[in-house]
Structure formats: structure tokens, C-alpha cells
């Protein structure tokens, strides 16, 4: 009912941050690809097996040193439903290695449709006398600007699946600003859709002092992420934007509280594609993900300070 789950992870790794799973073709080894589309020729199934294929491998050369991954729905559905079918697949192999999962799919509706996301990607589904859990994040990023109409089936999912919910807030792009920044009786949408995530969230505190409802707030805005921190004493944060953004370890560092806790920092590409950036052997990617995943480590905990329950 709160994100302790993921609280623990990050103490115990010694590391606040989260992998983004965004994989493109470009981002994977020719010979990766070469095995996948030997096995199932050049179609959409022997690309969303590529994907599959370099996110297990990275996978296995993060999951004692990274808490977590964020898989972003997009970049499987756009390979049809062997892509969702390659998201279904990490999300399983990411668990089954110990890690917390994230599914941003920036899901946003009201009612009976905003249960069926939560179903899908939080709960379960009864197919006659049989239960099934359909993808099985532990984390899911949403859209609030519905309102409470578009969070409140997330709410009761979160409570019974022990589950936990990333509210989009202030958001790490340029164009952000143009609706997020704009006042409302003298106050920024993004301070007030925070304060509607405290709201949302005061019923399902853990026991570290964050609820299941988290907020998605970029490092790219620095400032507003340490205004925020102050604000939202309950809230923790989902941090974009560190790195191939623009983001450092300075920027991100007004996100935390005094214990070294309250937000996870993702990097995707800097992580994905580092054995592209130190031009290394492709068969190497994996290694190379490993050391950037540490070196990224090292720079945001030098900053943030010790991480203690």
C-alpha cells in the first residue's frame, strides 16, 4: 500500500536510481539483432525479440546493483502485439531478478476504463473461477489532469496489490512549462497537482513516511524539484531528465530528504547506450551498461549523501 517496496530496494543497493528500458533497434548489437531476425526473419516478431533479447542482457548486468527499471510502454507497442508481448516479457524477467518494476505508460482516463489499466498493468483479471495477472508492474506512471476521477480506481488496486502509482507533475521537457507553470489563484499547476498527490496518497503511507502515490518531477528543473521536496513531505518523487537530458547530480539532489530517500533518478539512454559512447565491442554492451549504471551511482549518491531507513 505505500512504495516501501521500492524504498527497501534502493537501501539496500546503496543506489537511488532506476534503468529505463526505452530500446530501439539502432540502440541494439547488429549481432543481437542478426539471432532474432535469423529465427524469425525481418518482421515485427523478430524485432520485438531483439528488444527482448539486449533488455535480459542487461537485465542480468544490472539487477545486483540497480533497484529498478522503467520499461516505457511506447517503444513495444509500436512493434504491435509481439512488442507488448516483449514488454510482458521484461517486466516477468525484470521480477524474476529481484528488481522493482516501473511500466510508464502515462495511463490517463476515468471510470470504468482507468480500472482496466489499473487491471492490466497493477492488478489482476477473473477469466471464470481463474485469476490472472496480465503484466504485473509494481509501479505505474498516469496522467492526473482528470482528477480524482482518473486516480482514484489506481487508489483501491494500489491498497489490495501493495502497488504504487507515479503522477505526472512537473515534467522534464522544454514545453512543460506552458501549461504546468501557468498560476491558479497564484499558484503553479504542477504545486498544485503535487499537493493533490499528497491528498491522494494520505491514506497509504508507509512506514518510511512516502505513500503509494509518487509524482513524476524532471531534473531538468532543478529548482521546482527542491520546491516540490519541501512541499510534499509524503510524496516520492520518479525523477527524468538526468543525463542524456541535460540533468547531473546537482540538479537532482534537492529531490531527497535528509535520509537520502524521496526519489529515484532514471537514466535510459545513458545507460542503454553506453557501450555506444565508449565505443566499445558491441558483445560488450552489457558490461558497458554495467559501468555507466555504477559511474551514475557514485555521481547522484556523492551528492545526495548516505542512504539510510
Known amino acids: 500500500m505505500s512504495l516501501d517496496r521500492l524504498i527497501e530496494k534502493i537501501a539496500q543497493t546503496k543506489n537511488p536510481t532506476v534503468a529505463g528500458l526505452d530500446p530501439k533497434l539502432d540502440y541494439i548489437p547488429e549481432y543481437l539483432k542478426e ?20 533488455n535480459k542482457k542487461l537485465i542480468d548486468e544490472l539487477y545486483d546493483i540497480v533497484p529498478a527499471v522503467k520499461p516505457q510502454a511506447a517503444y513495444y ?20 531478478r529481484g528488481m522493482f518494476v516501473i511500466t510508464d505508460g502515462k495511463r490517463n482516463d476515468i471510470g470504468s476504463t482507468m480500472e482496466a489499466y489499473g487491471a492490466a498493468h497493477l492488478g489482476t483479471i477473473e477469466v471464470q473461477d481463474k485469476t490472472f495477472e496480465p ?10 489532469y482528470l482528477g480524482t476521477d482518473g486516480i482514484k480506481p489506481l487508489l483501491d488496486i494500489c491498497e489490495k496489490r501493495d502497488r504504487g502509482i507515479f503522477v505526472l507533475c512537473k515534467t522534464s521537457n522544454p514545453s512543460s512549462g506552458e501549461l504546468q507553470d ?3 489563484d497564484g499558484k503553479p499547476v504542477y504545486q498544485i497537482m503535487g499537493s493533490m498527490c ?98 551514475m551511482r557514485d555521481d547522484i549518491v556523492g551528492a545526495v549523501g548516505d542512504i539510510r531507513l
Open 182 to 184: 501557468r498560476l491558479i
Open 77 to 96: 507497442e509500436m512493434y504491435g502485439y509481439q512488442g507488448v508481448k516483449a514488454l510482458y516479457r521484461t517486466i516477468a524477467y525484470a521480477k524474476e
Open 198 to 295: 499528497e491528498e491522494w496518497g494520505k491514506g497509504q503511507i508507509g512506514q518510511y513516511g512516502y505513500s503509494a502515490v509518487g509524482a513524476v518531477v524532471g531534473a531538468t528543473y532543478p529548482k521546482q524539484l527542491t520546491e516540490l521536496r519541501e512541499l510534499l513531505p509524503h510524496t516520492f518523487f520518479l525523477v527524468p531528465g538526468y543525463g542524456a537530458q541535460g540533468g547531473g547530480a546537482g540538479d537532482v539532489a534537492g529531490a531527497f530528504d535528509e535520509r537520502g530517500l524521496g526519489a529515484v533518478i532514471n537514466s535510459s539512454r545513458g545507460i542503454m547506450c553506453a557501450w555506444k559512447k565508449e565505443k566499445c565491442s558491441e558483445k560488450n554492451f552489457a558490461k558497458a551498461a554495467r559501468r555507466e549504471a555504477i559511474r
Open 135 to 144: 503484466f504485473g508492474g509494481d509501479a505505474l506512471t498516469v496522467n492526473g
Open 35 to 54: 539471432k532474432s531476425f535469423e529465427e524469425y526473419g525481418y518482421n515485427l516478431k523478430g524485432a520485438a525479440d531483439a528488444l527482448f533479447r539486449f
